[in-house]
């Protein structure tokens, strides 16, 4: 099973600026890596995928990159509606597909 | 607009049993693998299981193995978890999602999953 850690587990940014999350494969998975929103009460939200394709409708200040085994979700500019957990899901390995544990994002 | 609408979660006792149905519209269902991914309240993502567009292959955690049985009913667009011998730690939101490419194009494999519906919540009591 491919474990992913995510980091930090909390992030708190000011508004208009840039918040920058990790997630570390514990094996490889080549470019499988996908990224997640999370709001309270509601479904996660597909973000990017394939590491650094934005999904349709993702707004252009969420940005995605790595490869192998380190990965890296870029806000820039936060936004108050930017205020959720975001997951990373590694789909390159499995059974199973694995989540991170998640990192929160605050506004300071 | 793809929509996935859960149902049948419900507050049931340990070792009991329980269905859960996910309808869907807004796609041609018999074209998608379609999975099941659980959160325990407050706790991170999980995934479940995954069926195969035409229902003839599946994939499950070991956590659920051989408790949990997925399908599907493709003539009504509906996918099902039926969940057997529940223990506490079995205490989630359940999702159903679908996966981002359609059949013959993309065989059973590892599910990217790009629509979500909003879950139901099965509660467990020991």
């Known amino acids: 099973e491919v474990v992913m850690t995510q980091s930090p587990a909390t992030l708190s940014v000011s508004p208009g600026e840039r918040a920058t999350l990790s997630c570390r494969a514990s094996?490889?998975?080549?470019?499988?890596l996908a990224w997640y929103q999370q709001k309270p009460g509601q479904a996660p939200r597909l973000l990017i995928s394939?590491?650094?394709n934005r999904a349709t409708g993702i707004p252009a200040r969420f940005s995605g990159s790595g490869s192998g085994t380190e990965f890296t979700l870029i806000i820039n500019s936060l936004q108050p509606e930017d205020v959720a957990v975001y997951y990373c899901l590694q789909y390159g390995n499995w059974p199973p597909i694995t989540f991170g544990q998640g990192t929160r994002v605050d506004i300071k | 607009e793809v929509q996935l609408l859960e149902s049948g979660g419900a507050f049931v006792q340990a070792g009991g049993s329980l269905r859960l149905s996910c309808v869907s519209s807004g796609l041609i269902f018999s074209s998608y693998d379609m999975s099941w991914v659980r959160q325990a309240p407050g706790k991170g993502l999980e995934w479940v299981s995954s069926?195969?567009?035409?229902?003839?292959?599946?994939k499950y955690a070991d956590s659920v193995e051989g408790r949990f049985s997925i399908s599907r009913d493709n003539s009504r667009n509906t996918l099902f978890l039926q969940i057997k011998s529940l223990r506490a730690e079995d205490t989630a939101i359940y999702f159903c999602a679908k996966r981002d490419c359609p059949s013959p194009g993309c065989r059973f494999g590892a599910p990217l999953l790009d629509n979500w519906g909003q879950g139901t919540l099965v509660t467990v009591s020991s």
């Open positions: 394939a590491a650094s």
């Open positions: 094996q490889t998975i080549q470019g499988a």
């Open positions: 069926i195969s567009a035409s229902g003839d292959s599946t």
